[in-house]
């Protein structure tokens, strides 16, 4: 894995990226027609999730609505390969890889989507253009005013990103249209984008030819 090579911020941002991908076209989660009372303890509420505990800090009240985004219904495939690329970023970190004032956290990415999500009426939320607009707005706030130091990082983090979106098999239109806006993004010509997606379809095929003969 090539992401050590990245300096401790741009680690940041791609977890971030890999985050809004991993998210950005599931299924959301609703509190129920009769709301929900929030506990008084701190280790009930923490077992809310991480939405419902944010909703909590952002507007205390003691019941959260019906219809209240709970969570984000993730792939178990996709939450291990986050889990690894999670491990592989923070290594050697020293816990640097938080949120900032000015640089948003992989934490900050969940909450930032629900947000939006949450605005839309409940009857288009999942509709796959309304997601794709949503989550393009939170990349568009993720990597404003973020230039490349070299031209090689958009690059690495483009090809992982890739290799990560390969993850369940295939890559969805939402996630499409994120690679798409990385790459417009940071000015990466169509010609390097097909080549880095042909290495990562590459790259996952073998991997997937190697480990089914370890599993036979």
Not at 53 to 78: L, V, Y
Not at 182 to 189: A, G, N, S
């Amino acid at each position: 894995m090539l992401l050590k090579q990245l300096s401790v911020d741009d680690r940041r941002d791609f977890l971030c990226i890999a985050e809004l991908l991993s998210i950005a076209d599931k299924p959301v989660s609703r509190v129920g027609k009769h709301g929900l009372a929030i506990p008084s303890d701190a280790l009930r509420i923490a077992a809310m999730g991480p939405v419902l505990s944010m909703f909590m800090k952002k507007a205390p009240s003691k019941t959260i609505p019906a219809g209240t985004i709970s969570g984000i219904q993730r792939n178990e495939r996709e939450s291990m390969a986050m889990a690894e690329l999670i491990s592989a970023c923070c290594k050697e970190t020293d816990g640097k890889m938080d949120g900032t004032p000015d640089r948003m956290d992989r934490k900050g990415i969940e909450w930032s989507l629900v947000k939006r999500i949450g605005r839309l009426p409940i009857e288009t939320a999942e509709e796959p253009a309304a997601r794709a607009t949503v989550a393009l707005d939170v990349l568009r706030e993720l990597l404003k005013d973020r230039k490349a130091p070299v031209p090689s990082v958009p690059k690495l983090m483009l090809f992982e990103l890739m290799l990560f979106a390969l993850t369940k098999g295939s890559i969805s239109s939402i996630e499409w249209q994120l690679l798409n806006e990385f790459r417009h993004h940071h000015q990466l010509e169509n010609h390097i984008f097909n080549d880095l997606l042909e290495r990562a379809e590459f790259t996952h095929r073998e991997a997937q030819k190697t480990l089914a003969i370890i599993l036979e």
